[in-house]
């Protein structure tokens, strides 16, 4: 059986203020950050966590937050990186479905959404302060035929994903975790990947932006329930300590620059 | 019985940011705000709610709140104006316990204390984003102590031993002085409807609604408990408004505040 590898796709960067990504806290002023997805390829198929944001998307709902996104940093540009095509991909897992988390999903036609049940309802019926974040339901044509969202444009192939809704921490496939790390949406996972030749990975999604955040204890401004927010930030403190594992932020502008990327990996 | 009298009791100004008054959706930029408390003289007693902040608290603990407060801005200096002594004040009713809505409780040493039971349960066991919001303590140094925060030297707190009155749920306190629950911004947080003889219904917000932007643009502020609760409670201040055509009179907000009457020009 081969090793299992992690390969961190670059997504292109976005622009939110310091108050967004420090709540009350900041300090103010622009932050540009990263968005990535990752690739496993594991013996039970390829999993793809979390697929970016919809260059298109952005520049037509939130054109303020400045997206600057190569070919090359789009999903299928990434995949080509390592010699994938879309349809190679089995799995995506969603930590949550905010824009910039699952942009992606629609070019990944042939794989399984998995996702925490109530990320699904989360979508379904966002709070009137979320409406924004779940702005892009290409995810989900039938979620956003509900919500009243326009269809795709005639002569796009239309995308029937499947899904699969769990809850509780599961191991969807050997040495890959997904562990409830809720309050920045209602049903967010982070993932857990243990490695051969490595210290685990453990990728937080948005329950922690950054370094920073979880050195100051500082929960994003984008939040359902800060409490439980900020028990999620405590938790991942508290896995990486018992699994021993490096933690890999979502939108961490200064670690990102030391991750090895596509068509580098991890094993 | 004479006519219930509403005086707004200007406490000076605070600064704050776009984006802590309007939650994520700013614009960024200093914004200063008014923060006042509102002396009720009823039949029943002379009623006060909240009590506005601490001049030496905020340099102490805030001072990037940029605190602009005169000797006449303080609640002292406010009653003074109007010839009440703090000892006149029957009960203080605190919409909430975050720092400028209850510094200047331990003035009032012979009143009562009034508020919801779940917000004194609140400051007592505080959030860790919370603590600056609940940071002056005087208003119960008792708890204070039992806290482990140090008071500033004042042996007036030492004599003061405050009694509390909790309640819960809607709750008409005295005729037509209501308290009504909006919780989401702390954990428990009273509005105030009052009644008057000669005008339309007063209904104070307090921090469920800062200004008359945050209720046209249905967006709360960045310092909150439960966004979901907060949300509830602006819609919920709103339709209360409709139900009794009362004027809604908000807690920060600048704008509106110029046009209030201060002071001796009292709402009857």
Same mark, same amino acid.
């Given at each position: 059986?081969?090793?299992?590898?992690?390969?961190?796709?670059?997504?292109?960067?976005?622009?939110?203020?310091?108050?967004?990504?420090?709540?009350?806290?900041?300090?103010?002023?622009?932050?540009?950050?990263?968005?990535?997805?990752?690739?496993?390829?594991? %013996?039970?198929?390829?999993?793809?966590?979390?697929?970016?944001?919809?260059?298109?998307?952005?520049?037509?709902? #939130?054109?303020?937050?400045?997206?600057?996104?190569?070919?090359?940093?789009?999903?299928?540009?990434?995949?080509?990186?390592?010699?994938?095509?879309?349809?190679?991909?089995?799995?995506?897992?969603?930590?949550?479905?905010?824009?910039?988390?699952?942009?992606?999903?629609?070019? #990944?036609?042939?794989?399984?959404?998995?996702?925490?049940?109530?990320?699904?309802? $989360?979508?379904?019926?966002?709070?009137?302060?979320?409406?924004?974040?779940?702005?892009?339901?290409?995810? $989900?044509?039938?979620?956003?035929?509900?919500?009243?969202?326009?269809?795709?444009?005639?002569?796009?192939?239309?995308?029937?994903?499947?899904?699969?809704?769990?809850?509780?921490?599961?191991?969807?496939?050997?040495?890959?975790?997904?562990?409830?790390?809720?309050?920045?949406?209602?049903?967010?996972?982070?993932?857990?990947?243990?490695?051969?030749?490595?210290?685990?990975?453990?990728?937080?999604?948005?329950?922690?932006? %950054?370094?920073?955040?979880?050195?100051?204890?500082?929960?994003?401004?984008?939040?359902?329930?800060?409490?439980?927010?900020?028990?999620?930030?405590?938790?991942?403190?508290?896995?990486?300590?018992?699994?021993?594992?490096?933690?890999?932020?979502?939108?961490?502008?200064?670690?990102?620059?030391?991750?090895?990327?596509?068509?580098?990996?991890?094993? | 019985?004479?006519?219930?009298?509403?005086?707004?009791?200007? !406490?000076?100004?605070?600064?704050?940011?776009?984006?802590?008054?309007?939650?994520?959706?700013? @614009?960024?930029?200093?914004?200063? &705000?008014?923060?006042?408390?509102?002396?009720?003289?009823?039949?029943?007693?002379?009623?006060?709610?909240?009590? !506005?902040?601490?001049?030496?608290?905020?340099?102490?603990?805030?001072?990037?709140?940029?605190?602009?407060?005169?000797?006449?801005?303080?609640?002292?200096?406010?009653?003074?104006?109007?010839?009440?002594?703090?000892?006149?004040?029957?009960?203080?009713?605190?919409?909430?316990?975050?720092?400028?809505? *209850?510094?200047?409780?331990?003035?009032?040493?012979?009143? *009562?204390?009034? *508020?919801?039971?779940?917000?004194?349960?609140?400051?007592?066991?505080?959030? @860790?984003?919370?603590?600056?919001?609940?940071?002056?303590?005087?208003?119960?140094?008792?708890?204070?102590?039992?806290?482990?925060?140090?008071? @500033?030297?004042?042996?007036?707190?030492?004599?003061?031993?405050?009694?509390?009155?909790?309640?819960?749920?809607?709750?008409?306190?005295?005729?037509?002085?209501?308290? &009504?629950?909006?919780?989401?911004?702390?954990?428990?947080?009273?509005?105030?409807?009052?009644?008057?003889?000669?005008?339309? @219904?007063?209904?104070?917000?307090?921090?469920? *609604?800062?200004?008359?932007?945050?209720?046209?643009?249905?967006?709360?502020?960045?310092?909150?408990?439960?966004?979901?609760?907060?949300?509830?409670?602006?819609?919920?201040?709103?339709?209360?408004?409709?139900?009794?055509?009362?004027?809604?009179?908000?807690?920060?907000?600048?704008?509106?505040?110029?046009?209030?009457?201060?002071?001796?020009?009292?709402?009857?």
């Amino acid at each position: 059986m081969p090793d299992t590898k992690v390969y961190l796709l670059d997504g292109g960067t976005l622009v939110m203020d310091g108050l967004h990504a420090f709540w009350n806290a900041g300090p103010s002023g622009e932050i540009r950050f990263p968005v990535y997805s990752v690739l496993i390829e594991h %013996s039970d198929g390829r999993y793809l966590y979390d697929s970016g944001y919809d260059l298109d998307h952005v520049q037509r709902v #939130l054109p303020f937050i400045k997206p600057m996104q190569t070919k090359t940093q789009t999903i299928p540009g990434q995949l080509s990186l390592i010699g994938l095509r879309p349809q190679d991909v089995n799995y995506v897992i969603n930590s949550h479905f905010h824009f910039d988390h699952c942009g992606g999903n629609k070019h #990944l036609n042939s794989a399984c959404t998995v996702c925490h049940a109530k990320a699904l309802e $989360a979508c379904a019926c966002p709070q009137p302060f979320e409406v924004q974040s779940y702005s892009d339901l290409s995810f $989900a044509p039938d979620i956003a035929a509900r919500r009243g969202g326009a269809l795709p444009p005639p002569g796009v192939e239309v995308f029937t994903p499947t899904f699969q809704s769990i809850s509780g921490d599961q191991e969807i496939a050997k040495g890959v975790r997904l562990l409830e790390t809720p309050g920045h949406a209602g049903g967010h996972y982070s993932m857990l990947v243990e490695l051969s030749h490595r210290r685990p990975m453990l990728f937080t999604g948005d329950a922690a932006y %950054s370094q920073q955040n979880l050195d100051r204890m500082i929960i994003s401004s984008f939040h359902l329930d800060p409490i439980e927010s900020y028990k999620s930030m405590q938790r991942l403190k508290d896995l990486a300590k018992q699994h021993d594992a490096e933690i890999f932020c979502s939108h961490d502008p200064t670690m990102f620059g030391g991750y090895q990327k596509a068509p580098g990996f991890y094993s | 019985m004479a006519d219930t009298k509403v005086y707004l009791l200007d !406490g000076g100004t605070l600064v704050i940011d776009g984006f802590h008054v309007f939650w994520n959706r700013g @614009p960024a930029g200093e914004v200063r &705000f008014p923060v006042y408390s509102v002396l009720i003289e009823h039949g029943d007693g002379r009623y006060i709610f909240d009590t !506005g902040y601490d001049y030496d608290h905020v340099m102490r603990v805030l001072p990037f709140e940029k605190p602009l407060q005169t000797p006449e801005q303080t609640i002292v200096g406010q009653l003074n104006k109007l010839g009440v002594k703090p000892q006149d004040i029957n009960y203080v009713v605190n919409s909430h316990y975050h720092f400028d809505h *209850c510094g200047s409780n331990k003035h009032f040493t012979t009143a *009562c204390t009034v *508020c919801h039971a779940k917000e004194l349960e609140a400051c007592t066991c505080p959030q @860790p984003f919370e603590h600056l919001g609940y940071s002056d303590l005087s208003f119960y140094p008792e708890l204070a102590r039992k806290a482990g925060k140090t008071l @500033p030297p004042d042996p007036a707190l030492d004599m003061y031993t405050p009694t509390f009155q909790t309640l819960q749920g809607d709750q008409e306190i005295a005729k037509g002085l209501w308290l &009504f629950e909006t919780p989401g911004h702390t954990a428990g947080h009273y509005s105030m409807m009052v009644e008057l003889a000669h005008r339309r @219904p007063m209904l104070f917000t307090a921090d469920a *609604c800062y200004s008359k932007k945050n209720l046209d643009m249905m967006c709360i502020s960045s310092f909150h408990l439960d966004p979901v609760a907060n949300l509830k409670s602006m819609q919920r201040l709103k339709d209360l408004a409709a139900k009794y055509d009362a004027e809604l009179f908000f807690s920060h907000d600048l704008d509106s505040f110029a046009t209030y009457q201060k002071g001796a020009n009292f709402y009857s």
